[in-house]
Every structure is written in structure tokens, then in C-alpha cells.
């Protein structure tokens, strides 16, 4: 581990191949060969303006944390990540370069591409600097406590450094972030053309006039011109080259600067010898740290000194002996006012000197500039303090201003925060600015709390931060329970509000899984709620299943609160009221709302409880079309399973002891009800007799007519004996399927068996809530029972019946009469006593039998 870290410090401090300095921290910065599919028929395009592209990163994103679920993977899936937003980010730019959209289509796509360009910057960052604090760090700390040397003394400059970066994490730390911002440079410059052939001489336009007009003391533009073409001498004679060069020599020092900027140093030297300024390519190789590899330790341990063993094969140095001369004359130059020198050139060495004002005068409009200027300032300043403190060699003293610029990254985001521009305070204070900023000072704790505050985010910036946080979380640096507490908040939020819309069970599913067992119940059963296919939903609780949610609590969760949403809206007279005899949707939904509760046949108790708790309510507001339809809904089974799965009727808990004799109650009112309902059909529809009028007149009429009135009246008389017959069947079913009712065994109707104890989670269950809904059903339901009774004996002249009806009532047994207000028992007992009465008219006692002497 520790020769990958070395080679990564020798590459950033030595190599101009700047663009490659993460080689290990940020592998994500080459470009992966995708293939980009292209929408086959352009004319279906341009409905989302590209929206589809970039909202298939919430299902890319998922694929990407199925792929890589381990734990020991939290760096494969940040790169995931990355690709993921790359592939759309050139799927969008490809359908940029092919026109879809027209204007509106493209603007709104390059949004979407800057958006996800700063995505991508950011997971890069991210990756950097945590794959150092997680893994290399670890390894340094281990390293440590086996080897406790201090800092190499009489070493190479180059050797110095090496170990400098190896021990500290922080310097480290600075470089990948110049690394980063390096990797991510976009220049903001319009193209800068220069005019290029196959080979160029510097300041050819001063040298033809030098060379043709010696007469000429003016050049274009009627400027003094240089006399001479050393690379001083616009400098010493204060004179100005020609204007053209000038113009050449501005572009020049642009196009180098950028290519520094963006870590390519060695593209800038290619630049420079192309153009002819071999001197401008001289001083850009005058920073490197030097190295003399002819000269080894020797066996005495001693370094760099003549009596050391001479390497025969003689070896190139590396770097700049005398190092410290060219830095201070480059301190000079990026300090100089002097016009001789623009704003780009003191700028390029005054980023290889240390210099900030230099680079502040042309970064000082954008923060990622202007943090790269302070970290490449940072960086050098302790870089040159630890050469001279540990290297065996008189340096030429550095002006103090230099060492006065020396600054912690807290002040520096404070500077950036106070900066003169607006556009970079404003980035300083926007949402991306800040997770940078805490991503770099590692307060993860801020950082959580920072994002735990906005207010609106869009869908897609909460994708981002749940995976932020995700990534946080499992790494562990999400330790106090106030950060896991605004975690799981921003993964509920990413949930409710991006997730659920889209209705893909699993995607949700696997995220519901990332937040406490409570909060999973309420987030998976908000997305049940308002999923009513039926495939769809037997799909949602399969994806519960495969990602370990509890199934059954949310099923049972979701039906109560889909009741209790209908229940509130009752109360809040909020729905409209359906027909007489139909279902209303809203009565429906809180119906179908128990289909959750068939899936798994472990719930088939639950499926009761829930099914009876509908019932109670919609049988109270006299809504037995409900109730039926619930029937039509429980499987048939439901009694056999439920008594099956504890055995025996002897061993069922409490609670489903009680709730399967409450649905055999319901089961048996129902019945009696729609038996009651067939016989007042049947009742209310005798066989029509013929028209008296055929019969008076059928003397007189011919012999046909006569036989066929005769033919109708003897129909009549045989479809009203069977109609009597149907009736007298009819009305005994009726009565014993009523008596059913009234006369349920064990203790009553709608009343519970006798249990030993009540259940252990009675608050819970809202048991006694449950027992008052059961009376008042009792003093409804009950005495409307009795009345059937004595309305179908009193029509079928069973008067004693109805005397009988009495002493059922009035039985110490089941002690009906305690359901019974007064007016309901006055109604009663005026019934019972017309039917006395009738029993009388017919020469009987008043309880119907012959009088005796």
C-alpha cells in the first residue's frame, strides 16, 4: 500500500501528467466506450424534452446497489454511480448533436447535462477523498505503529517529499482536491484559436520588421518596438513587440494557463516549444523537486556525500538543483506590476511559486478556481517548508509575504464565503457548494444536517443525497443518533417523493428496507395504499417479501388506515352517497383494502379481525351491501384454515376465538336478512288473478272464449297453490334462519365466548372500544330481528308464534330484553299484543290455546 501511495505523490509533484494524479483514488475519470441507444422513431421523442433519459437514473441506481450489496463495496458502487450518470449525461448530448427537441429541447437537455456533470464531479470528490480516509489512512495508521521514524533528514528533496506525503494525511488530502478540481475543469474561455502550421518561430512578426524595415522605429498600431529578440527585452527597453505577437503572446499565455489549470502541464510545454518560446517551456520546468539518482545510500547509512558509492552507469537528474533561485526569481515575476509580463504568464509561475494575488487576478470569478489557487498555494507553502527543514542545504530566503499566505481549508471557505464576486459567494452558500465544502473538511455531521434542512428538493436532488447519506451510512461516519435519525428522514423523503410516484415495487421495496422496522411499516404501506390492481399488487408484496420487509404488519397496517381514512372522511361528510343498494368507491377501495391480507394464508386470523371491525361500522350505518360484499370477498376457507392451523377450536387464542364467532354471527344475520329479503318478494308477488269482467260475461260468449277463460282460471288456481306452498317453505326458513339469530348459542349474538383471560395486547387491539360497537350493534339489530319475526308470523297467521316470541325475549338465558330501550319494548309488546288479540277473534287464550273449562 504504502509504494501505491509513494507512486500517486511522485506522479502529482514530479509528472506533468497532472491529469492522471488519482490514479488509484479516482479511477472513475476515464471514459467508458458506452453504446447509446437512440430513440427509433423521433416523433416520440420530444414529449419529456429528455426527461425520460435522466429519470431512468432512479432505476439505474438501484441496479447499481443490487450489483454491488456487500459491504466491502462501497467504492465499486460510488463508481457505479458515476458511469450511471455518464452513459445518460452522453446519451443526452448525443441527442443534442442529432436536433431532438428543437430549442426548448435542447435547452432543456443541457440543463440536465450541466446538472448531472456537477453530480458526477461531486461522486468523484467524494470517492477521492474517502477511499484515502477509509482504506489508505487505515493502512498508514497500521504502517505507523510498526514504524515510528521522523521525517527523513539529508534526503533529496524528492525523498523528503515522498515520505511527507506518505505520513501526512492532510497534505494528501490537498492534493487530491487539486487533483479533482484539475480532472473536472471545464474553461469557461470561448475557444481560444491559434493559428497553427507545421512549424512555428517565436515573435516572427518582430523579426521580419527587425529584419526588412530597419527603418521603421514604429510597428503596428504606431507602438514603439523592440530593438532586439532575447526574451527579456520587452522588458528591459520597455518597448512592446509587434502588435501581432503581442495579440499571439496573450492567447499564448491563455491557452498555457488553462492547460496548467486543468493538470496538463506537459501539453503546455508541447505548446510553448511549438510556438517557438522554448525559454517560456524553460521556466515551466523550473519547479520540479530535485533528485541526483547517481548517488546511493551507502552501507554506513550516509547520504549524497562524495564517499557514497558512485553509480558507474551515470543516470539523468531529476529536477532543479537550484530550485530555490528560480522560485524566488518566479515570486518576482508573479509580483511584478511591470507590463512586460501579463496577467497569465505572472499568473503560470505564480502557481508553481506559491503566489495567490497572481492567481487571483484572473480566478477570482468562479470558486472552484479560486479554491484551486489557495490549495495549490497551501500545498507549496508546506511542501517548501518541509524541504527546508529537513534537507542538508543553504536555500535562498523566500519573501515573508510568502509564508504570511500559509491558511487552514476553514479559512479558506471563509474566504470564499466573503468573496468579492457574487457569483462566488453564491456558489459558496448553494446546496452543491456546501456538500463540497463539507465533503473536503470531512464534517459529515454538518453535512447531514445542512442537507437535512432544505426544503423542496427536486426528485432528483433527493437520488443524489439518499445516496450520499447511504454511502455515509455505511462507511460509519454517520455516528450520532441525530445524524442516523436525519438519514432515514432523507431516505423516507427520496420515498415518498420520487419513489412512490414511479409505482416499481421492487425499487421501492429494496429502499424501504434501508430504514427502521417502524418507518418501513408507514413508507410501504403509503405506496399499498393506493396500488389496487390486483397483479400489481400481488407484485408489491412479493418485492416486500424478497427484501425482507414485514409483510404483515404492513398489510395490516395499510387496511387500518385505509378504514380509518374512510371512516374520517364519513365523518367529515366529505364523500358523496352512493345510491340506495349500491357500493360508493369509497366504500370499495376501504373493501378491496382486505385483498393485502389474503396473500399470505398466515394472516387469515388478521384477515378476520380486520374483515369483522368493517363490518361493525357499516352494519351500523345500515350498509348490508357492504357486508355482503365483504363476504364475497373472505375465501371460503377462512374457518377450516384458521381452526387448522391451532389444531382445534379448544386451542385458538383469545383474539381469533373471539373473532371467528363474530363472523359467524355476521355470517348468520346476513343470512337471516336475505332470507327475510326472499320471503317479502315472494309475499308481496302472488300469481295475478284473471279480470273478474271474463268470468261474468263467459255465458254469452262463444265456446272458445269460455274454454280458454276457464284454461287461465285453472292456472291461476295452480300457480297459487304452489306460490302457497313456496311461501309456507319460504316462511320457515325465514323463521328458523331469524331465530338463528336471536337465539345464537353461546351467550348470544354478536357477544363473546367465555375466555379465560383477555388478550395480552387488549390496547392494542382497542378491545373495549370493540365490546361498546358490539352492544349498540346488539340494541339495532336485535330488536329489528324480533320484529321480522313477528312480521313473518303475523302475514303467515302464526299468532301464537308471536305470543312464544315473548318468553324468548324475556329469558334469563340470554337476557335479551337488556338490549331493548323503552320505546323499543313498547313497539314490541303493542305487536305481541295484536297478536293476542287475533288469538282471541279466534276463540283461543290469549297465548293461543283452546279454553278450557
Known sequence: MADRRSLLIRSTLNNSQLSSNLSHNLPLLESSNLSLNLTSNPDDDDIDRGKGRTDALFS??????????????????????????RRVV???????????????????????????KQEINTWLLLHALFYDRVVLQTDQHVEDDLMQDGPMLGGSEKEVIDQLYEVNATLREYQLVVDWLEACYESREPENTLHRHDRMMGWENSLYQ???????????????????????????????????????????????????????????????????????????????????PNYQEDSTGLMGGKSSNLVHDKIAI????????????????????????????????????????????????????????????????RVESEIRGCCVKRYSAMPEEYWSN??????????????????????????????????????????????????????????????????????????????????????????????????????????????????????????????????????????????????????????????????????????????????????????????????????????????????????????????????????????????????SMDNLPAREECSLKEYLCFKVYLTGIDSFNEWTRLHQNPPQKPGAGGLGIAAQDNFTERMASEHKEQTYRNEYARWQVKLQEQSKQTLDSLYNVLLFPEKGWLVDPFTPKEPEDVAILNWQHRQIQMEKLRSVCLPEIALLLLEVMSKSNDFAGCVRLADEIASEQRKLYKVYTKHRMAELLSRIATASQELLNEKLDPWGYPFTA
Open 60 to 85: 439505474n441506481f438501484y441496479d447499481v446497489l443490487q450489483t454491488h450489496g456487500g459491504d466491502t463495496e462501497s467504492f465499486e458502487i460510488i463508481h457505479g454511480l458515476t458511469e450511471a450518470c
Open 90 to 116: 452522453q446519451q443526452l448530448q448525443l441527442e443534442i448533436e442529432h436536433g431532438m427537441g428543437g430549442d426548448e429541447g435542447v435547452k432543456q437537455r443541457e440543463l440536465s447535462i450541466k446538472a448531472l
Open 210 to 292: 527587425l529584419e526588412n524595415l530597419q527603418g521603421a522605429a514604429f510597428g503596428l498600431g504606431g507602438q514603439e518596438t523592440v530593438k532586439s529578440l532575447d526574451p527579456d527585452a520587452p522588458v528591459r527597453e520597455k518597448r512592446h513587440l509587434h502588435q501581432l505577437d503581442e495579440e499571439d503572446n496573450q492567447r499564448l499565455s491563455k491557452a498555457i494557463f488553462n492547460y496548467i489549470r486543468s493538470g496538463k502541464i506537459d501539453e503546455g510545454l508541447k505548446l510553448s516549444k511549438h510556438y517557438g518560446q522554448i525559454w517560456r517551456a524553460a521556466i515551466l520546468e523550473g519547479w520540479r523537486l530535485h533528485e541526483d
Open 318 to 381: 531529476e529536477g532543479n538543483p537550484r530550485r530555490d533561485v528560480w522560485k524566488k526569481c518566479a515570486w518576482l515575476l508573479a509580483d511584478s506590476s511591470s507590463k512586460g509580463h501579463d496577467d497569465y504568464t505572472r499568473a503560470t509561475v505564480g502557481v508553481f511559486c506559491g503566489h495567490l494575488g497572481s492567481l487571483k487576478s484572473i480566478l477570482q470569478n468562479n470558486w472552484h478556481d479560486l479554491l484551486w489557487a489557495y490549495l495549490k498555494v497551501q500545498i507549496d507553502i
Open 406 to 647: 500559509k491558511m487552514t481549508l476553514e479559512q479558506i471557505f471563509q474566504e470564499l464565503e466573503v468573496a468579492k464576486d457574487l457569483t462566488v459567494r453564491d456558489y459558496a452558500q448553494s446546496q452543491l457548494g456546501q456538500i463540497q465544502k463539507h465533503l473536503i473538511l470531512d464534517t459529515c455531521h454538518e453535512l447531514i444536517q445542512f442537507v437535512g434542512r432544505w426544503l423542496t428538493p427536486s426528485p432528483h436532488q433527493l437520488r443524489f443525497v439518499t445516496h450520499l447519506v447511504l454511502f455515509l451510512r455505511q462507511i460509519n461516519r454517520l455516528e450520532q443518533k441525530q445524524d442516523q435519525s436525519l438519514a432515514e428522514q432523507i431516505i423516507s423523503n427520496y420515498i415518498e417523493q420520487a419513489l412512490i410516484p414511479r409505482r416499481e415495487p421492487q425499487i421501492i421495496a429494496y429502499y424501504v428496507s434501508a430504514v427502521s422496522p417502524s418507518r418501513q411499516i408507514q413508507l410501504y404501506s403509503k405506496f399499498l395504499e393506493n396500488v389496487e390492481n390486483k397483479p400489481l399488487r400481488t407484485s408489491c408484496l412479493e418485492a416486500a417479501l424478497v427484501a425482507g420487509l414485514d409483510v404483515m404488519e404492513i398489510t395490516k397496517f395499510t387496511v387500518e388506515n385505509i378504514f380509518q381514512q374512510q371512516q374520517s372522511s364519513v365523518d367529515a361528510d366529505l364523500r358523496e352517497p352512493a345510491p340506495s343498494g349500491e357500493i360508493s368507491p369509497a366504500d370499495k377501495r376501504c373493501i378491496y383494502s382486505l385483498e393485502w391480507l389474503i396473500h399470505l394464508q398466515e394472516q387469515r386470523a388478521e384477515l378476520l379481525w380486520q374483515a369483522n371491525a368493517m363490518m361493525r361500522q357499516y352494519l351500523a350505518s345500515s350498509k348490508t351491501e357492504c357486508v355482503r360484499e365483504i363476504f364475497r370477498l373472505i375465501p371460503s376457507d377462512v374457518v377450516t384454515h384458521l381452526v387448522n392451523n391451532y389444531g
